[in-house]
């Protein structure tokens, strides 16, 4: 099976329970998305079929209670399920994050009792999707401009607005939307099949092929009053879900990584060119001994959130930290590991070209790599640059 | 139903072996266990008859501390109990690890008891058959198929050239080979349950070790090939080298 790098021994660290679940996410990535990955990459699809067996294992969800279904794991154990899964495909993580960072989290957490009974158990088990729609055409970076609204009406509200750049929007049972209630940002779940509801899937993806990325048009869609997520409480609270992403998106980062590093080590030792295996060059070594260093020095970044997160002492800054960090020195060294590759570099023969390419997304969604620089900046400074 | 599955840590099958400075034992310090393979078979066997039966799963392991992460991987995947039986080392002698095994396993009352057929590390495929002599209970060994009725036991397994089935009554100890099931993954709900089971322990004087390590070495590096020619004029050499030198053809 894969062996992940672990220069500092930092395995040491981790508890039984935490390698166990490290080796079940594992299993599951060598076996059942590995042997697909290509095919469905190709063919710019997500493998539908793995989600119900993703909710079978628990890896939908995992750190909410037991009563809902969820295995209510720490957040070490959710960073390496979610390294594991990015190691296959950031389309497989991206699809665990969505549903559990973005989906059952806002429900967990902003919802009714009955919103949270109803849902949680049918997410968990992979019965139902769930997307979040946050973006829209013309408001990315600065969601809180989102012309999408929402109207009260007799029976529950009406709502109209465009979302776009939506993971699983076109296989989801459900939406988390958000949208202006009375000038407010407010979190609604809306079911597929309502009237005024409508996806359209976006084409010509370079990266993150195999994960389905919908628009969401919503033309005077109506929905009961009992959908509006009643605990929210504004802007706030889809940046709250992003969080919980992020946090998974530093640890999944590693694995792409990892998986690119792996790669091209192996290849590096068994080309000869000049006679001579290409890692016994010096700018090839220099390359490895960089890749090994930032995986490193990523893995305690991530090591420490997740102690953070599971202490209660942790700021999104921190995790803003991670995210902006460990995904752009995973994208460093996908490009290294091509080049490392040569011309076998640009064949999805190999893996690394498709994480490379998958690492362009990964460092724009969830807030580019640019904005946490300013989310950090006014934090230590106290200055915002946004405006 | 009581079902027992003994079980057994090895070394990783994809471990780099050191060989220890005493030239006697292996370097243990950067070795990466898991479950013996074999035993994955025992312990999903075990708990498809619990799904069908309604019973516990007992983990008997015996070995040093480190061995209780394999007993929690086991755990997790569905087992319900588990007995650690500490000692410092794991004895060479596979007379004394079946005569600890045999001693506690006497204490459960167990109907069924399941076995890897052997451990991947040394290889000796000796556990289940002594446990048999020793509690006077049949073993079918190296089973491919396993159906029990009441007290009936049907299992199969794969001879030379063909499928021999074989029939027993309870109390029974199998050892299993591949293709008698595909295990399962552990659930991560199952591992969080499996951390909520106590292992018990168990302090057992061990029988005298009748067999000694003298030395272990690594196998002989592999000669060097050899390049005969290229391209199509080589091939009569080469048979001819293969036929008379590797004597691989005939
Ligand atoms: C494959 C994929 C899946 C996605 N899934 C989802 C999803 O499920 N749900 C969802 O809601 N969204 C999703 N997104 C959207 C994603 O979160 C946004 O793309 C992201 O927030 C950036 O917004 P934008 O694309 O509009 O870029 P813009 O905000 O237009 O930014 C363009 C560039 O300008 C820079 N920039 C913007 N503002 C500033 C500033 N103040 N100072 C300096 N630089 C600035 C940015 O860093 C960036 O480089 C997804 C995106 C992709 C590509």
Redesign the pocket.
Known sequence: MFESLDYYRLDDVLSEEEKLVRTTSRQFTEDRVMPIIREYHRKAEFPSELITEMGKLGLLGSTLPEKFGCADMNYTSYGLMLQELERGDSAIR?FAS?QSS?VMYPIYKFGSEEQKEKWLPQLATGNKVG?????E???????GGMRTTAQKTANGFILNGV???????TIADIAII?AKYENKIQGFIVEKGTKGFKTNI?EG?F??RA?N?AEIVLEECEIPQENILPITDGLKS?LKCLTQARFGIAWGAIGAAMACYNESLNYAKTRIQFDKPIASFQLVQEKLVYMVTEITKAQLIALQIAKLQDDNKIKHTHISLAKRNNVSIALKIARLARGILGANGISDEYNTIRHMLNLE?VI????????H??VIGEDITGIS??? | MNIAVCVKQVPDTEARIKIGEDKKSIDESEINFILNPYDELAVEEALKLKEAHESDVTIISLGPDRITSSMRSALAMGATKAIHIKIDSTPVDPMITATALAQVLKEGNYDVILLGKQAIDDDNAQIGPILSELLDIPAINVITKLDIQGDVVIAERQIEGGVEKTEAKLPVILTTQRGLNEPRYASLKGIMAAKKIQIEEKNISLTDNKIEIVEINNPPQKPEGKIVGEGAEAVPELIRLLKEEAKVIS
């Open positions: 991206s969505v973005l997307c979040f729609g946050l973006t055409p013309d408001f990315g970076s600065n969601p979302k776009m750049w939506i993971t699983n929007g958000w976006i993806k990266s993150l994960s990325t889809p997304t724009t969604y969830e807030g580019t790599h640019d904005i620089t300013l640059a946004f405006n």
